[in-house]
């Protein structure tokens, strides 16, 4: 089974709907920069409402080490997600399992490029955007992803129920990550979206 995280989660009825539709985990964006930025406080509503089983996952951009500390005082989560420059030493600081996302441009060597986290869980790939660190709703090139790797893909970047099944075709991920793609506006998930978008990855 490949699984699926739902990120960008801003209230605590659209982690039930991600909780529901059999989503596996859910994300939630410390980037204040974002649209679906949420608090700390606001997102230990929303983990305190996740029934057993679902993983909660932080994301950060470039956060300073006391910022990332404070956000794990207030909020349990199970793995951190780090979309800025932060090396494998900063990632590896907090006691959680962290992912680590990059960015892809045309003639990157994805293998050179994950190995410099080797304590990352997972290298989440994103579709490269200047000034955007994700949640752009635009895919790459999947052929670029190597077929034999030596570490775990989550795959993200454009993703929906209509593409799905051909990016698990041709990149076999570990999991799929999607978040505008079962929107109904900005930080406000669709439930039929989100249903839609894990039946198909069940599918495949």
């Not at 089974?1 to 059999?22: F, S």
């Not at 990332?68 to 932060?86: A, N, T, Y």
């Not at 050179?112 to 579709?127: N, R, V, Y």
């Not at 752009?136 to 190597?146: K, L, V």
Request: hydrophobic share 45%.
């Amino acid at each position: 089974m490949v699984r699926v995280k739902i990120c960008g989660i801003t209230r605590p009825e659209d982690a039930l709907a991600a909780a529901g539709a059999g989503a596996d985990a859910i994300g939630l964006v410390f980037y204040p920069g974002s649209p679906r930025h949420v608090s700390p406080d606001a997102a230990a509503r929303i983990v305190k409402a996740l029934p057993p089983f679902v993983t909660s996952v932080g994301l950060f951009v470039d956060a300073g080490e006391a910022d990332v500390r404070e956000v794990l005082r207030q909020v349990p989560l199970d793995l951190l997600q780090f979309h800025g420059d932060e090396p494998d030493e900063f990632c590896s600081r907090f006691g959680v399992p962290y992912m680590k996302a990059l960015r892809v441009r045309p003639g990157d060597d994805l293998d050179a490029l994950a190995a410099q986290w080797p304590g990352a869980c997972a290298i989440l790939l994103d579709a490269y955007k200047p000034g955007m660190p994700g949640g752009t709703g635009e895919r790459f090139d999947w052929s670029m992803i190597p077929a034999s790797r030596s570490w775990t893909l989550v795959l993200a970047g454009g993703l929906d129920a209509s593409n799905v099944r051909q990016a698990i075709d041709l990149a076999r991920p570990w999991a799929v990550d999607v978040s505008g793609g079962v929107e109904a506006d900005k930080g406000i998930k669709d439930p039929e979206k989100i249903n839609a978008f894990v039946q198909e990855v069940k599918r495949v």
